[in-house]
Protein backbone atom coordinates (compact mmCIF):
# COMPACT_ATOMS: atom_id res chain seq x y z
CA UNK A 1 0.00 0.00 0.00
CA UNK A 2 1.27 3.70 -0.91
CA UNK A 3 1.80 5.70 1.98
CA UNK A 4 0.48 9.40 1.83
CA UNK A 5 3.30 11.76 1.08
CA UNK A 6 3.88 15.04 3.16
CA UNK A 7 2.06 17.52 0.92
CA UNK A 8 3.36 21.26 2.04
CA UNK A 9 0.04 22.71 3.92
CA UNK A 10 -1.75 23.11 7.29
CA UNK A 11 -5.16 21.93 7.48
CA UNK A 12 -7.62 21.95 9.87
CA UNK A 13 -11.11 22.42 8.59
CA UNK A 14 -12.42 19.10 6.27
CA UNK A 15 -14.84 19.35 3.55
CA UNK A 16 -18.58 18.49 4.66
CA UNK A 17 -17.47 18.44 8.43
CA UNK A 18 -15.49 15.11 8.83
CA UNK A 19 -12.22 16.72 10.65
CA UNK A 20 -13.46 16.39 14.25
CA UNK A 21 -12.38 18.87 16.41
CA UNK A 22 -12.73 18.12 19.81
CA UNK A 23 -14.28 19.33 23.59
CA UNK A 24 -11.15 21.76 24.20
CA UNK A 25 -11.65 23.69 21.03
CA UNK A 26 -15.42 24.47 21.54
CA UNK A 27 -14.75 24.75 25.16
CA UNK A 28 -11.57 27.73 24.65
CA UNK A 29 -13.94 29.59 22.22
CA UNK A 30 -16.79 29.80 24.69
CA UNK A 31 -14.53 30.72 27.04
CA UNK A 32 -12.90 33.72 25.04
CA UNK A 33 -15.79 35.03 23.26
CA UNK A 34 -18.11 37.88 24.33
CA UNK A 35 -21.68 36.77 24.94
CA UNK A 36 -23.90 39.26 22.53
CA UNK A 37 -26.86 40.79 23.53
CA UNK A 38 -28.80 37.97 21.55
CA UNK A 39 -26.96 35.42 23.26
CA UNK A 40 -27.88 37.54 26.78
CA UNK A 41 -32.03 37.14 25.49
CA UNK A 42 -31.81 33.80 24.38
CA UNK A 43 -30.52 32.66 27.89
CA UNK A 44 -33.73 34.85 28.89
CA UNK A 45 -36.09 33.54 27.03
CA UNK A 46 -35.19 29.68 28.37
CA UNK A 47 -35.44 30.66 31.69
CA UNK A 48 -38.93 31.97 31.56
CA UNK A 49 -39.76 28.96 29.38
CA UNK A 50 -38.01 26.64 32.34
CA UNK A 51 -39.17 28.56 35.08
CA UNK A 52 -42.79 29.74 34.04
CA UNK A 53 -44.33 27.95 31.29
CA UNK A 54 -48.38 26.14 31.89
CA UNK A 55 -46.69 22.84 31.03
CA UNK A 56 -43.78 20.61 32.21
CA UNK A 57 -41.31 20.68 29.17
CA UNK A 58 -37.93 19.33 28.56
CA UNK A 59 -35.64 21.67 27.26
CA UNK A 60 -33.22 19.64 26.43
CA UNK A 61 -35.20 17.81 23.42
CA UNK A 62 -36.93 21.66 23.16
CA UNK A 63 -33.65 23.01 21.86
CA UNK A 64 -32.90 19.74 20.05
CA UNK A 65 -35.75 20.53 17.83
CA UNK A 66 -34.83 24.35 17.20
CA UNK A 67 -31.37 23.62 16.61
CA UNK A 68 -31.59 21.94 13.49
CA UNK A 69 -33.70 25.17 11.81
CA UNK A 70 -31.00 27.36 13.59
CA UNK A 71 -28.30 25.71 11.90
CA UNK A 72 -30.04 24.89 8.45
CA UNK A 73 -31.03 29.02 8.13
CA UNK A 74 -27.33 30.09 8.17
CA UNK A 75 -26.28 28.01 5.19
CA UNK A 76 -26.93 25.33 2.74
CA UNK A 77 -24.50 22.87 4.33
CA UNK A 78 -24.46 23.96 8.19
CA UNK A 79 -25.88 21.14 9.82
CA UNK A 80 -27.07 19.79 13.50
CA UNK A 81 -26.66 16.30 13.94
CA UNK A 82 -27.96 14.67 17.15
CA UNK A 83 -26.34 12.83 19.62
CA UNK A 84 -28.30 9.36 17.89
CA UNK A 85 -27.36 9.94 14.38
CA UNK A 86 -23.80 10.81 14.58
CA UNK A 87 -22.36 7.23 14.56
CA UNK A 88 -24.31 6.48 11.43
CA UNK A 89 -23.62 9.64 9.71
CA UNK A 90 -20.15 9.38 10.13
CA UNK A 91 -20.23 5.62 9.06
CA UNK A 92 -20.97 6.91 5.41
CA UNK A 93 -16.71 7.32 5.11
CA UNK A 94 -16.24 4.62 7.02
CA UNK A 95 -15.05 1.42 6.54
CA UNK A 96 -18.53 -0.51 5.61
CA UNK A 97 -22.42 -0.99 7.16
CA UNK A 98 -25.14 -3.16 6.74
CA UNK A 99 -28.12 -2.05 5.17
CA UNK A 100 -30.02 -1.16 1.56
CA UNK A 101 -26.98 0.60 0.72
CA UNK A 102 -28.40 4.14 -0.45
CA UNK A 103 -27.24 7.60 0.38
CA UNK A 104 -30.49 10.08 0.92
CA UNK A 105 -31.88 13.43 2.21
CA UNK A 106 -34.84 14.72 3.15
CA UNK A 107 -36.44 17.70 1.47
CA UNK A 108 -39.39 18.85 3.28
CA UNK A 109 -41.30 16.01 4.29
CA UNK A 110 -39.93 13.82 1.47
CA UNK A 111 -36.82 10.93 1.78
CA UNK A 112 -34.90 11.18 -1.75
CA UNK A 113 -32.46 8.95 -2.97
CA UNK A 114 -29.11 11.42 -3.26
CA UNK A 115 -27.05 8.00 -3.89
CA UNK A 116 -27.52 4.38 -4.82
CA UNK A 117 -23.83 2.96 -3.42
CA UNK A 118 -21.86 0.94 -6.23
CA UNK A 119 -22.15 -1.87 -5.71
CA UNK A 120 -24.84 -2.59 -2.81
CA UNK A 121 -28.25 -4.07 -2.26
CA UNK A 122 -30.48 -1.48 -3.24
CA UNK A 123 -28.52 -1.10 -6.86
CA UNK A 124 -28.39 -4.42 -7.33
CA UNK A 125 -32.41 -4.63 -7.72
CA UNK A 126 -32.97 -1.05 -9.47
CA UNK A 127 -33.48 1.92 -7.46
CA UNK A 128 -31.90 5.20 -8.98
CA UNK A 129 -30.74 8.36 -7.54
CA UNK A 130 -33.88 10.66 -7.23
CA UNK A 131 -36.36 8.42 -6.26
CA UNK A 132 -38.81 9.21 -3.60
CA UNK A 133 -38.91 6.50 -1.03
CA UNK A 134 -42.55 6.83 0.61
CA UNK A 135 -42.84 3.59 2.68
CA UNK A 136 -40.20 0.85 4.21
CA UNK A 137 -42.17 -2.32 5.11
CA UNK A 138 -45.43 -0.73 5.18
CA UNK A 139 -44.02 2.52 7.43
CA UNK A 140 -44.54 5.60 6.20
CA UNK A 141 -41.42 7.53 5.32
CA UNK A 142 -42.49 10.58 3.02
CA UNK A 143 -45.32 12.83 3.79
CA UNK A 144 -44.64 12.68 7.45
CA UNK A 145 -42.54 14.22 10.14
CA UNK A 146 -39.89 11.46 9.68
CA UNK A 147 -36.22 12.02 11.61
CA UNK A 148 -33.09 10.90 10.02
CA UNK A 149 -32.95 8.70 12.78
CA UNK A 150 -36.37 6.79 11.64
CA UNK A 151 -35.26 6.79 7.97
CA UNK A 152 -31.55 5.22 9.16
CA UNK A 153 -33.27 2.78 11.53
CA UNK A 154 -36.10 1.51 8.71
CA UNK A 155 -33.53 0.91 5.73
CA UNK A 156 -30.12 -0.27 7.49
CA UNK A 157 -30.37 -3.61 9.72
CA UNK A 158 -28.49 -7.18 9.73
CA UNK A 159 -27.36 -8.66 6.69
CA UNK A 160 -29.49 -11.12 4.83
CA UNK A 161 -32.58 -9.16 5.94
CA UNK A 162 -35.58 -8.24 3.84
CA UNK A 163 -37.47 -4.77 3.19
CA UNK A 164 -40.01 -3.79 0.98
CA UNK A 165 -39.55 -0.67 -0.04
CA UNK A 166 -42.06 1.71 -1.79
CA UNK A 167 -41.02 4.54 -3.74
CA UNK A 168 -42.27 7.40 -6.39
CA UNK A 169 -40.31 7.36 -9.72
CA UNK A 170 -40.45 10.50 -11.68
CA UNK A 171 -41.11 9.20 -14.72
CA UNK A 172 -43.31 6.92 -13.53
CA UNK A 173 -47.25 7.31 -12.63
CA UNK A 174 -47.98 4.50 -10.44
CA UNK A 175 -45.66 3.68 -7.32
CA UNK A 176 -42.79 1.02 -7.64
CA UNK A 177 -42.28 -1.81 -5.35
CA UNK A 178 -38.57 -3.53 -4.56
CA UNK A 179 -37.61 -6.22 -2.26
CA UNK A 180 -34.29 -5.54 -0.93
CA UNK A 181 -32.08 -8.09 0.93
CA UNK A 182 -29.95 -5.78 3.00
CA UNK A 183 -26.31 -6.71 3.10
CA UNK A 184 -22.87 -5.24 3.96
CA UNK A 185 -22.97 -2.15 1.58
CA UNK A 186 -19.31 -1.84 0.00
CA UNK A 187 -17.32 1.77 1.23
CA UNK A 188 -14.79 1.94 -1.37
CA UNK A 189 -14.61 4.84 -2.82
CA UNK A 190 -12.29 3.78 -5.92
CA UNK A 191 -14.79 1.24 -7.45
CA UNK A 192 -13.66 1.02 -11.69
CA UNK A 193 -10.16 0.47 -12.77
CA UNK A 194 -9.38 -0.67 -16.19
CA UNK A 195 -7.24 -0.17 -19.23
CA UNK A 196 -9.07 1.32 -22.01
CA UNK A 197 -6.27 1.58 -24.64
CA UNK A 198 -2.67 -0.23 -24.45
CA UNK A 199 -1.47 3.40 -23.31
CA UNK A 200 -4.77 5.28 -21.36
CA UNK A 201 -5.76 3.76 -17.90
CA UNK A 202 -9.45 4.92 -16.52
CA UNK A 203 -10.17 5.42 -12.81
CA UNK A 204 -13.68 6.33 -11.10
CA UNK A 205 -13.69 7.68 -7.58
CA UNK A 206 -16.97 7.75 -6.67
CA UNK A 207 -15.92 9.93 -3.10
CA UNK A 208 -13.80 10.81 -1.00
CA UNK A 209 -13.12 9.16 2.32
CA UNK A 210 -10.83 8.39 4.06
CA UNK A 211 -8.95 6.13 2.47
CA UNK A 212 -9.80 7.01 -0.79
CA UNK A 213 -6.18 8.37 -1.86
CA UNK A 214 -4.58 5.27 -0.90
CA UNK A 215 -6.92 3.48 -2.94
CA UNK A 216 -6.62 5.97 -5.71
CA UNK A 217 -2.12 5.70 -5.85
CA UNK A 218 -2.41 1.53 -5.78
CA UNK A 219 -5.08 1.97 -8.61
CA UNK A 220 -2.93 4.41 -10.71
CA UNK A 221 0.27 2.41 -9.91
CA UNK A 222 -1.18 -0.71 -11.38
CA UNK A 223 -2.25 0.78 -14.30
CA UNK A 224 1.19 2.18 -14.96
CA UNK A 225 2.69 -1.29 -14.66
CA UNK A 226 0.12 -2.41 -17.39
CA UNK A 227 1.31 0.52 -19.62
CA UNK A 228 -0.69 3.31 -18.72
CA UNK A 229 0.82 6.57 -20.01
CA UNK A 230 -2.61 8.90 -19.88
CA UNK A 231 -5.13 8.44 -17.29
CA UNK A 232 -8.82 9.35 -17.06
CA UNK A 233 -9.92 9.95 -13.90
CA UNK A 234 -13.80 9.84 -13.43
CA UNK A 235 -15.66 12.27 -11.00
CA UNK A 236 -18.93 12.13 -12.42
CA UNK A 237 -21.41 11.63 -9.40
CA UNK A 238 -18.65 12.20 -6.85
CA UNK A 239 -20.71 14.42 -4.06
CA UNK A 240 -17.07 14.76 -1.55
CA UNK A 241 -15.78 14.11 1.39
CA UNK A 242 -12.70 14.61 3.23
CA UNK A 243 -10.29 17.65 1.65
CA UNK A 244 -7.23 16.44 2.62
CA UNK A 245 -7.42 13.37 -0.02
CA UNK A 246 -8.28 15.01 -3.31
CA UNK A 247 -5.74 17.80 -2.14
CA UNK A 248 -2.97 14.28 -1.77
CA UNK A 249 -4.60 13.57 -5.21
CA UNK A 250 -3.25 16.54 -7.37
CA UNK A 251 -0.12 16.34 -5.71
CA UNK A 252 0.83 13.48 -7.67
CA UNK A 253 0.05 15.58 -10.85
CA UNK A 254 1.75 18.70 -10.37
CA UNK A 255 5.21 20.37 -10.05
CA UNK A 256 6.23 21.72 -7.66
CA UNK A 257 5.10 25.01 -5.95
CA UNK A 258 1.45 25.20 -7.50
CA UNK A 259 -1.59 25.61 -5.66
CA UNK A 260 -3.83 22.98 -5.10
CA UNK A 261 -6.73 25.16 -2.99
CA UNK A 262 -6.39 27.64 -0.10
CA UNK A 263 -9.49 28.59 2.38
CA UNK A 264 -10.37 32.39 3.65
CA UNK A 265 -12.78 32.51 7.21
CA UNK A 266 -13.45 34.93 9.72
CA UNK A 267 -10.81 33.41 12.27
CA UNK A 268 -7.10 33.01 11.26
CA UNK A 269 -7.06 29.21 12.05
CA UNK A 270 -9.48 28.88 9.30
CA UNK A 271 -7.42 30.45 6.49
CA UNK A 272 -5.38 27.48 5.18
CA UNK A 273 -3.76 27.06 1.61
CA UNK A 274 -2.33 23.02 0.08
CA UNK A 275 1.17 23.81 -2.19
CA UNK A 276 2.31 20.94 -4.28
CA UNK A 277 5.43 19.47 -3.03
CA UNK A 278 7.01 17.87 -6.33
CA UNK A 279 6.98 14.59 -5.09
CA UNK A 280 4.14 13.23 -7.39
CA UNK A 281 4.85 9.78 -9.05
CA UNK A 282 2.77 11.25 -11.97
CA UNK A 283 3.62 14.53 -13.30
CA UNK A 284 4.23 13.59 -16.84
CA UNK A 285 1.14 11.49 -17.33
CA UNK A 286 -1.25 13.20 -19.51
CA UNK A 287 -4.92 13.85 -17.52
CA UNK A 288 -8.33 14.01 -18.22
CA UNK A 289 -11.35 14.56 -15.86
CA UNK A 290 -14.67 13.63 -16.03
CA UNK A 291 -17.47 16.05 -14.27
CA UNK A 292 -21.32 16.28 -14.04
CA UNK A 293 -23.77 18.30 -12.01
CA UNK A 294 -22.96 15.69 -9.62
CA UNK A 295 -19.57 16.59 -8.92
CA UNK A 296 -19.33 18.51 -5.39
CA UNK A 297 -17.19 19.69 -2.77
CA UNK A 298 -14.00 17.56 -2.92
CA UNK A 299 -14.17 16.61 -5.94
CA UNK A 300 -14.53 20.19 -7.78
CA UNK A 301 -11.50 20.94 -5.20
CA UNK A 302 -9.12 18.45 -7.67
CA UNK A 303 -10.91 19.51 -10.65
CA UNK A 304 -10.33 22.78 -9.68
CA UNK A 305 -6.53 22.58 -9.08
CA UNK A 306 -6.40 20.24 -12.34
CA UNK A 307 -7.90 23.31 -14.54
CA UNK A 308 -6.13 26.34 -12.88
CA UNK A 309 -2.62 24.65 -13.16
CA UNK A 310 -3.45 23.91 -16.84
CA UNK A 311 -2.22 20.53 -15.82
CA UNK A 312 -5.27 18.84 -17.81
CA UNK A 313 -8.59 19.17 -19.51
CA UNK A 314 -11.69 18.73 -18.06
CA UNK A 315 -14.45 17.02 -19.77
CA UNK A 316 -18.51 16.67 -19.08
CA UNK A 317 -20.61 19.31 -18.17
CA UNK A 318 -20.74 21.94 -15.30
CA UNK A 319 -19.69 21.00 -11.44
CA UNK A 320 -22.48 21.43 -8.75
CA UNK A 321 -20.84 24.71 -7.14
CA UNK A 322 -19.96 23.72 -3.21
CA UNK A 323 -16.69 25.94 -2.00
CA UNK A 324 -18.11 25.88 1.85
CA UNK A 325 -16.04 24.61 4.36
CA UNK A 326 -17.27 22.63 7.57
CA UNK A 327 -15.97 21.93 11.05
CA UNK A 328 -17.50 18.93 12.74
CA UNK A 329 -18.03 20.19 16.59
CA UNK A 330 -18.71 17.29 18.72
CA UNK A 331 -21.06 18.49 21.81
CA UNK A 332 -20.80 17.22 25.26
CA UNK A 333 -23.75 15.39 24.80
CA UNK A 334 -22.26 13.28 21.84
CA UNK A 335 -24.29 15.24 19.39
CA UNK A 336 -22.40 17.33 16.97
CA UNK A 337 -22.46 20.72 14.57
CA UNK A 338 -21.36 20.72 10.74
CA UNK A 339 -20.52 24.68 10.77
CA UNK A 340 -19.56 26.32 8.07
CA UNK A 341 -16.11 28.60 8.95
CA UNK A 342 -14.39 29.32 6.01
CA UNK A 343 -14.87 29.40 1.54
CA UNK A 344 -12.48 27.43 -0.24
CA UNK A 345 -10.49 28.82 -3.75
CA UNK A 346 -9.07 27.53 -6.37
CA UNK A 347 -5.79 28.15 -7.31
CA UNK A 348 -6.97 31.26 -10.05
CA UNK A 349 -8.55 32.75 -6.80
CA UNK A 350 -12.31 31.76 -8.25
CA UNK A 351 -14.92 30.66 -5.62
CA UNK A 352 -17.34 27.86 -7.41
CA UNK A 353 -19.92 27.73 -4.85
CA UNK A 354 -23.40 28.86 -6.46
CA UNK A 355 -25.27 31.32 -5.07
CA UNK A 356 -27.68 30.80 -1.83
CA UNK A 357 -29.39 33.04 0.40
CA UNK A 358 -29.93 32.46 4.38
CA UNK A 359 -33.36 30.94 4.52
CA UNK A 360 -34.57 29.46 0.89
CA UNK A 361 -32.95 26.13 1.25
CA UNK A 362 -35.37 24.92 -1.27
CA UNK A 363 -34.70 27.16 -3.79
CA UNK A 364 -30.77 25.83 -3.88
CA UNK A 365 -32.16 22.52 -3.54
CA UNK A 366 -34.01 23.04 -6.62
CA UNK A 367 -31.27 24.02 -8.64
CA UNK A 368 -30.03 21.58 -10.20
CA UNK A 369 -33.58 20.50 -11.12
CA UNK A 370 -33.81 24.04 -12.87
CA UNK A 371 -30.57 23.42 -14.47
CA UNK A 372 -32.48 20.62 -16.21
CA UNK A 373 -35.45 22.40 -16.90
CA UNK A 374 -33.37 25.41 -18.48
CA UNK A 375 -31.36 22.94 -20.83
CA UNK A 376 -28.21 23.12 -19.36
CA UNK A 377 -27.85 19.13 -19.87
CA UNK A 378 -28.16 19.08 -23.31
CA UNK A 379 -26.83 22.95 -24.53
CA UNK A 380 -23.75 24.65 -23.46
CA UNK A 381 -25.08 27.82 -24.89
CA UNK A 382 -28.08 27.46 -22.10
CA UNK A 383 -25.19 27.80 -19.07
CA UNK A 384 -25.41 31.59 -17.98
CA UNK A 385 -21.88 32.22 -16.56
CA UNK A 386 -20.98 35.69 -14.54
CA UNK A 387 -19.05 37.70 -16.89
CA UNK A 388 -18.03 39.23 -13.14
CA UNK A 389 -16.69 36.46 -12.13
CA UNK A 390 -13.72 35.88 -14.52
CA UNK A 391 -10.53 34.14 -13.81
CA UNK A 392 -7.28 32.96 -15.46
CA UNK A 393 -5.55 29.81 -15.34
CA UNK A 394 -1.88 29.98 -15.24
CA UNK A 395 -1.44 29.97 -19.03
CA UNK A 396 -4.28 32.40 -19.13
CA UNK A 397 -7.21 30.45 -20.45
CA UNK A 398 -10.37 32.14 -19.00
CA UNK A 399 -11.91 30.35 -16.62
CA UNK A 400 -15.48 31.51 -14.61
CA UNK A 401 -16.42 31.55 -10.48
CA UNK A 402 -19.74 31.66 -8.58
CA UNK A 403 -21.11 28.38 -9.98
CA UNK A 404 -19.17 25.31 -10.48
CA UNK A 405 -16.60 24.38 -12.42
CA UNK A 406 -17.24 24.67 -16.44
CA UNK A 407 -15.63 21.90 -18.47
CA UNK A 408 -13.04 22.52 -20.71
CA UNK A 409 -15.01 20.37 -23.17
CA UNK A 410 -18.55 20.19 -22.79
CA UNK A 411 -20.40 16.84 -23.63
CA UNK A 412 -24.42 16.72 -23.30
CA UNK A 413 -26.54 14.14 -21.37
CA UNK A 414 -26.87 10.95 -23.88
CA UNK A 415 -30.79 9.73 -23.88
CA UNK A 416 -29.76 7.77 -27.03
CA UNK A 417 -32.64 4.85 -27.05
CA UNK A 418 -34.62 6.26 -24.01
CA UNK A 419 -38.15 5.40 -24.95
CA UNK A 420 -41.06 4.67 -23.35
CA UNK A 421 -40.73 1.23 -23.86
CA UNK A 422 -37.21 1.02 -21.82
CA UNK A 423 -38.51 3.16 -19.46
CA UNK A 424 -41.21 0.83 -18.14
CA UNK A 425 -39.12 -2.10 -17.74
CA UNK A 426 -36.19 -0.48 -16.36
CA UNK A 427 -38.87 0.95 -13.37
CA UNK A 428 -40.30 -2.46 -12.94
CA UNK A 429 -36.97 -3.73 -12.56
CA UNK A 430 -37.30 -5.90 -15.56
CA UNK A 431 -33.81 -5.64 -16.65
CA UNK A 432 -32.04 -6.60 -13.79
CA UNK A 433 -34.20 -9.46 -13.03
CA UNK A 434 -33.79 -10.92 -15.99
CA UNK A 435 -29.86 -10.28 -16.37
CA UNK A 436 -29.97 -12.06 -12.50
CA UNK A 437 -32.10 -15.03 -14.36
CA UNK A 438 -29.54 -15.09 -16.99
CA UNK A 439 -26.73 -14.88 -14.87
CA UNK A 440 -27.95 -17.51 -12.26
CA UNK A 441 -28.70 -20.18 -14.86
CA UNK A 442 -25.19 -19.85 -16.62
CA UNK A 443 -22.98 -19.11 -13.53
CA UNK A 444 -20.70 -22.25 -14.23
CA UNK A 445 -20.55 -21.10 -17.85
CA UNK A 446 -19.94 -17.06 -17.38
CA UNK A 447 -17.74 -17.71 -14.28
CA UNK A 448 -14.46 -19.29 -16.30
CA UNK A 449 -14.33 -15.45 -18.07
CA UNK A 450 -11.84 -13.44 -16.23
CA UNK A 451 -12.34 -10.10 -18.10
CA UNK A 452 -15.47 -8.56 -19.81
CA UNK A 453 -14.49 -9.15 -23.54
CA UNK A 454 -14.36 -13.28 -22.32
CA UNK A 455 -17.68 -12.92 -20.82
CA UNK A 456 -19.36 -11.02 -23.95
CA UNK A 457 -17.99 -14.05 -25.78
CA UNK A 458 -20.33 -15.93 -23.64
CA UNK A 459 -23.23 -14.70 -24.17
CA UNK A 460 -26.07 -15.63 -26.37
CA UNK A 461 -26.20 -13.37 -30.02
CA UNK A 462 -28.08 -9.90 -29.06
CA UNK A 463 -30.81 -10.72 -31.06
CA UNK A 464 -31.25 -13.68 -28.95
CA UNK A 465 -31.01 -11.86 -26.04
CA UNK A 466 -33.20 -9.03 -26.93
CA UNK A 467 -36.13 -11.54 -27.97
CA UNK A 468 -35.42 -13.62 -24.63
CA UNK A 469 -35.70 -10.41 -22.42
CA UNK A 470 -38.98 -9.40 -24.67
CA UNK A 471 -40.37 -12.08 -23.84
CA UNK A 472 -39.93 -12.50 -20.23
CA UNK A 473 -40.97 -8.77 -20.21
CA UNK A 474 -44.48 -9.90 -22.08
CA UNK A 475 -44.79 -12.57 -19.55
CA UNK A 476 -44.88 -9.51 -16.27
CA UNK A 477 -47.26 -8.03 -18.36
CA UNK A 478 -45.58 -5.64 -20.46
CA UNK A 479 -46.47 -5.82 -23.86
CA UNK A 480 -43.93 -5.97 -27.23
CA UNK A 481 -44.11 -3.08 -28.59
CA UNK A 482 -40.80 -2.94 -31.08
CA UNK A 483 -41.79 -0.08 -32.87
CA UNK A 484 -39.94 1.30 -29.37
CA UNK A 485 -38.26 -2.03 -28.73
CA UNK A 486 -35.72 -1.43 -31.99
CA UNK A 487 -35.52 2.37 -30.87
CA UNK A 488 -33.81 0.89 -27.41
CA UNK A 489 -32.35 -2.11 -28.83
CA UNK A 490 -28.30 -0.30 -27.98
CA UNK A 491 -29.66 0.78 -24.79
CA UNK A 492 -31.33 -2.46 -23.64
CA UNK A 493 -28.35 -4.66 -24.91
CA UNK A 494 -25.91 -2.89 -23.05
CA UNK A 495 -28.21 -2.46 -19.52
CA UNK A 496 -28.73 -6.50 -19.81
CA UNK A 497 -24.60 -6.94 -20.44
CA UNK A 498 -23.42 -5.01 -17.93
CA UNK A 499 -25.83 -6.06 -15.34
CA UNK A 500 -25.27 -9.93 -16.27
CA UNK A 501 -21.26 -8.26 -16.12
CA UNK A 502 -21.96 -6.95 -12.95
CA UNK A 503 -23.19 -10.28 -11.09
CA UNK A 504 -20.56 -12.20 -12.63
CA UNK A 505 -17.69 -10.03 -12.40
CA UNK A 506 -18.42 -6.99 -9.81
CA UNK A 507 -18.89 -3.57 -10.82
CA UNK A 508 -15.93 -2.76 -12.40
CA UNK A 509 -16.81 -4.79 -15.31
CA UNK A 510 -20.10 -2.72 -15.42
CA UNK A 511 -18.94 0.78 -15.57
CA UNK A 512 -16.64 -0.82 -18.17
CA UNK A 513 -19.16 -2.30 -20.27
CA UNK A 514 -20.79 1.29 -20.08
CA UNK A 515 -18.10 3.18 -20.40
CA UNK A 516 -17.42 1.58 -24.50
CA UNK A 517 -20.56 3.52 -25.53
CA UNK A 518 -20.65 6.49 -23.09
CA UNK A 519 -19.70 9.75 -25.15
CA UNK A 520 -17.87 11.83 -22.01
CA UNK A 521 -15.62 8.67 -21.63
CA UNK A 522 -14.93 8.62 -25.35
CA UNK A 523 -15.02 12.30 -25.69
CA UNK A 524 -11.89 12.24 -23.11
CA UNK A 525 -9.83 9.14 -24.75
CA UNK A 526 -10.46 11.04 -28.35
CA UNK A 527 -8.81 14.42 -27.00
CA UNK A 528 -5.81 12.08 -24.65
CA UNK A 529 -5.05 10.20 -28.36
CA UNK A 530 -5.45 13.45 -30.47
CA UNK A 531 -2.80 15.03 -27.81
CA UNK A 532 -5.70 17.85 -26.66
CA UNK A 533 -4.50 17.23 -22.97
CA UNK A 534 -1.03 17.59 -22.88
CA UNK A 535 1.00 18.09 -19.54
CA UNK A 536 0.67 22.15 -19.73
CA UNK A 537 -2.96 23.09 -21.19
CA UNK A 538 -2.40 26.69 -23.32
CA UNK A 539 -5.00 28.62 -24.38
CA UNK A 540 -6.58 28.17 -27.84
CA UNK A 541 -4.23 30.45 -29.73
CA UNK A 542 -1.18 29.73 -28.23
CA UNK A 543 -1.88 25.64 -28.71
CA UNK A 544 -2.23 26.43 -32.70
CA UNK A 545 1.10 28.81 -32.70
CA UNK A 546 2.87 25.61 -31.02
CA UNK A 547 1.73 23.20 -33.33
Known sequence: MANKKAVGYVLIPLVLGLGVVGGLFLGRYVATSRESEGLKKLRTVLSLIDAEYVDDLNIDSLMDGIYPDLLSSLDPHSAYIAHEDLQTVNDELGSSFSGVGVMFQQVNDTVVIAEVVAGGPAEKVGLANGDKILEADGVKLSGVKASSQDVFKALRGPADTKVKLKVKRSNSKQPLEFDVIRGDVPQHSVDCVYMMTDDTGYVRVSKFAATT????????????????????????????????QPILMANEFLPKGRIIVYSKGRRADNETMAVSDGSGAFQDSELVVLTNESTASSAEIFAGAIQDNDRGLIVGRRTFGKGLVQNQVVLPDSSALRLTVARYFTPSGRSIQKDYKRGEAYKYDMDISDRFSHGEFFNADSIKLDETKKFQTMAGRTVYGGGGIMPDVFVPEDTTGVTGYYINVFNKGLLQEYAFDMASAHRDEYKKAKNLDALLKLLPPDQTLLEGFVSFAVKKGVPARWYYINQSHDLILRQLKALIARDILGYSAYLEMFNASDPTVNRALDALEKGESPVQILPAGEAKEKK
Open 213 to 244: YTEFIDALADLREKGAKKFVVDLRGNTGGFLD
